[in-house]
């Protein structure tokens, strides 16, 4: 079973700061199948980007992906307050659908 | 508006049993694949099973495998989860999700959850 690894576990930012989060997996991941996600208190997690580095619908094009085989980062370009949240990585295995432990952005 | 909608969350003893059920509208069900998310009191997510479009592939974490059963009704555009055996550490948020094959069959789309207690 592949295990994705998130870090920071917490990133402390101000709004206007550029936030990188990584996301490494113990074995090769197809690009194809690693996405993001964002999560607000109390709401359900939403896409925000798949095969690696695409922008879901209705993203915002200062969320970025990038990366390959084992890692993967997560940009966001310019912080705006409602950016604040939890963040993940998952991958599509053959089998499974991992997700990361997560990386809190938080105000700083 | 493409929705999903999850119902049947309570709170069960431990050992008891309960079904989650997952309504699915505004798109065509039957050709998306389908999953169950979880996520404990102040903790991340967990994959908890998948079911194929047909219904004829279906994945489990180890953590639910053998007391978990999804299944789905395409007619009905609705998606289960059979959850039995139940145990503290299966206390949760329980979220469907569709997996969309365009998208690398990530999880577009997620329902608001429904809760899971399980305690005496």
């Known amino acids: 079973e592949i295990v994705l690894t998130q870090s920071p576990g917490t990133l402390s930012l101000s709004p206007g700061e550029r936030a990188t989060l990584s996301c490494r997996a113990s074995q090769s991941v197809s690009s194809s199948y690693l996405a993001w996600y964002q999560q607000k208190p109390g709401q359900a997690p939403r896409l925000l980007i798949y095969?690696?580095?695409s922008r879901a619908t209705g993203i915002p094009d200062r969320f970025s992906g990038s990366g390959s085989g084992t890692d993967f980062t997560l940009t966001i370009s310019r912080l705006e307050p409602e950016d604040f949240a939890v963040y993940y990585c998952q991958q599509y295995g053959s089998s499974t659908r991992t997700f990361g432990q997560g990386t809190k952005v938080e105000i700083k | 508006e493409v929705q999903l909608v999850e119902s049947g969350g309570g709170l069960v003893q431990p050992g008891g049993s309960l079904r989650l059920s997952c309504a699915a509208s505004?798109?065509?069900?039957?050709?998306?694949?389908m999953n169950w998310v979880r996520q404990a009191p102040g903790k991340g997510l967990e994959w908890v099973s998948y079911i194929s479009s047909s219904g004829s592939t279906i994945y489990y974490a180890d953590s639910v495998k053998g007391r978990f059963t999804i299944s789905r009704d395409n007619a009905k555009n609705s998606l289960y989860l059979q959850m039995n055996s139940l145990r503290a550490e299966d206390t949760a948020v329980y979220y469907c999700a569709r997996g969309h094959g365009a998208y690398g069959f990530s999880f577009d789309i997620w329902g608001q959850g429904t809760m899971v207690t399980v305690s005496s």
């Open positions: 505004g798109f065509t069900f039957s050709s998306y694949e």
């Open positions: 095969g690696a580095s």
